[in-house]
């Protein structure tokens, strides 16, 4: 059976190029409304494009199950804004994140903000398996600002490295947008589902 993958719609963004891409890339895929069905989850993608506090408004009532699940194994996948989430708070916003990584969201740094564009992250995370271009597409004004040792890549950014690829348990987190990075994003979404099969 294909992975079975839900994807949270808080209501922020478009869905439909991670949608597809999931789905070209051998998962079933689920969008998921209420979030009370991702307590059922076998796996979860939390998406990008959006504001901190508008993306956790619908989150916030399952926020300490949802993080019990992902610390206990669930695998999941946050993207841009759906990464910053997994922090315990930002910058950009008052409300608290699921707290699945310890530290804050901050902002950018650099002359041009937001940072928009194509940039090489260094890693050497399985993910990253059989990528050969290492150019990402990002779009973003703020970045995690992790206080543990889950940092798994990063991107130079005007002179400074920025971490952007981060692990924890089995949840995943990547600033840069996969579904709209062509064929190196589309390798790093296979290598996901294909761990996230290998822990279930």
Known sequence: MPLRISLSDYGVGNLYSIHRSLENCGAE??????MSELLDAECIVFPGVGAFDKTMEKLQPYR?????????GTPALG????MQILFEGSAEGASP??????????PLEGRIIPH???NQVASEDPLMDGVGDRNFYFAHSFRGSPVEDITIGTTDYEGSTVPTFFRK?????????PEKSSSS???VLQNFISFAESVL
């Open 29 to 34: 895929v689920e969008v998921v409304r209420d």
């Open 64 to 72: 300490e199950e949802i993080r019990d699940m992902l610390l206990g």
């Open 79 to 82: 993207i841009c804004i759906g």
């Open 97 to 106: 994140g699921l707290g699945v990584f310890k530290g804050d969201v901050v």
């Open 116 to 118: 928009m564009g194509w």
């Open 169 to 177: 348990a089995n949840v995943y987190g990547t600033q840069f947008h």
């Open 185 to 187: 994003g589309r390798r």
